[in-house]
């Protein structure tokens, strides 16, 4: 199992919109409605933001979103804050579980 | 409220075997509604899946297990009940297995899978050397 593609790095400006993908295939993403996304700040555990593709859990901003076509997922941060300058990992069901690369978010 | 804490050594020689223990509060381990998980972080990559544990099923483990292949011949996931925890045993390890090790929950919705993970306990550390 290789792990999900992801951007090692995605930046932009405060209020901004970016969007992070992680591509897999047609045995995992592509497959299941089961996609999480995690935000790790450093030296910190990582937090799910994402579930089941587009679902938020309670306390999680409404800026972050999710989606899915095909064999890819994203993940959109609306109006970008300083406090999202994070890594960010996508997980996909697929039988097991496969995480993505990784992306380092950088507010400029 | 669910919160899950990771123990153990933080040094291992190569080819002992690794053992953490993850100690779970706020709900039973035998609750028919999460599973549990360990999930590592090399230093400076990526999040690698271990494998998880449901309570459910028989097993000499004291649940269903279900493992990363690349991994599936050196792990045991295991349940203690009477504690309140449950454990990784990792096998031969070399300078590769060194990472910080997480344990986590999964939810199991109503008829559906679990699949994502939440909460996660703050990691700890494991370096393999002589």
């Known amino acids: 199992q290789s792990a999900l593609t992801q951007p090692a790095s995605v930046s932009g400006s405060p209020g901004q919109s970016i969007t992070i993908s992680c591509t897999g295939t047609i045995n995992d993403v592509g497959s299941y409605h089961l996609v999480s996304w995690y935000q790790q700040h450093p030296g910190k555990a990582p937090k799910v933001i994402i579930y089941?593709?587009?679902k938020r859990p309670s306390g999680v901003s409404a800026r972050f979103s999710g989606s899915k076509s095909g064999n890819t997922a994203s993940l959109t941060i609306s109006g970008l804050q300083a406090e999202d300058e994070a890594d960010y990992y996508c997980c996909s069901y697929a039988g097991g579980f496969i995480f993505g690369t990784g992306t380092r978010v950088s507010v400029l | 409220q669910l919160h899950l804490q990771e123990s153990g050594p933080g040094l291992v020689k190569p080819s002992e075997t690794l053992s953490l223990t993850c100690s779970v509060s706020?709900?039973?381990?035998?609750?028919?509604?999460?599973?549990w998980g360990w999930i590592r972080q090399p230093p400076g990559k990526g999040l690698e899946w271990i494998g998880n544990i449901y309570p459910g099923g028989s097993s000499s483990y004291g649940g269903t297990t279900s493992y990363d292949p690349s991994l599936k011949s050196r792990v045991t996931i295991s349940i203690d009940t009477s504690d309140n925890q449950f454990s990784l045993r990792l096998t031969s390890v070399t300078a590769a297995d060194t990472a910080i090790y997480y344990c986590?929950?999964?939810?199991?919705?109503?008829?559906?899978?679990?699949?994502?993970?939440?909460?996660w306990g703050q990691g700890t550390l494991v370096t393999v050397s002589s």
């Open positions: 706020g709900v039973s381990i035998s609750s028919n509604t999460y599973l």
């Open positions: 089941e593709v587009f």
């Open positions: 986590a929950s999964l939810f199991l919705p109503r008829n559906a899978v679990a699949n994502w993970f939440d909460p």
